[in-house]
């Protein structure tokens, strides 16, 4: 039986409540028009895309966004829509997360991700004045990783910067794809619905994969 020692999260959908509706809803305000069909809620294409895989930065996405929509947006603007995201962040889940780390597991932050939510969670991201690492060991974004889930290269780069084996690692996602890369590459992995409490599930899962001696109730 594998040990699990380290654990990585996914960020909408999992640690934080995801409103793929807001955000549309927020980029129709700007004028985009077709947001519906360029927004995705697990790997973004387009110039959205571009964005998360580190291939075009922040400014040029504004640029990119202000020619789609036909005028000038500014970097509020395009913070302000993409935070559309975010519904809400669960406090039980950042308690969760606390524990486990307690408990000496390793922790990190796998996703999709942009600087313009990065900003945002890098600041007041628990509403009690901590940033988003104040939870994470570690944290390996898609436009800093210059690779998008579901491909394997940052789950690759999640696993050398843990110095982690497949074998000792869950991951939680909602999105069915990057599970299924996770499992091929010989992770255990957690795939709860959107803003589903995982947290009973992961438990059952770390009973499971831990030395008898340390069985916990």
Not at 19 to 46: H, I, M, P, W
Not at 65 to 84: K, N, Q
Not at 153 to 182: C, H, K, S, Y
């Amino acid at each position: 039986m594998n040990i699990i020692r380290n654990i990585a999260f996914d960020l909408g959908g999992v640690v934080l409540a995801l409103s793929y509706e807001q955000a549309v809803r927020r980029f129709e305000a700007l004028g985009l028009n077709d947001a519906r069909q360029r927004l995705d809620a697990f790997e973004q294409k387009g110039i959205f895309g571009d964005l998360e895989a580190g291939r075009i930065t922040a400014e040029d996405f504004r640029r990119e966004l202000s020619l789609l929509v036909g005028r000038e947006l500014t970097a509020d603007d395009c913070y302000w829509a993409w935070h559309g995201y975010v519904e809400y962040v669960p406090k039980h889940n950042l308690e969760a997360i606390q524990s486990l780390r307690e408990r000496g597991y390793k922790v990190c932050l796998l996703s999709n991700t942009n600087p313009f939510m990065m900003q945002w969670a890098g600041g007041d991201f628990d509403g009690e004045g901590h940033p988003i690492g104040h939870y994470f060991d570690a944290m390996y974004l898609s436009y800093e990783c210059k690779s998008m889930k579901p491909r394997r290269e940052i789950f690759e780069a999640m696993l050398r910067g843990q110095q982690a084996e497949a074998e000792e690692t869950l991951f939680v996602d909602d999105g069915p794809r990057n599970v299924q890369t996770a499992a091929a590459m010989g992770m255990l992995t957690l795939c709860p619905q959107n803003n589903e409490d995982w947290t009973e599930a992961l438990e059952a899962i770390l009973r499971q994969h831990q030395p008898i001696n340390e069985h916990r109730p």
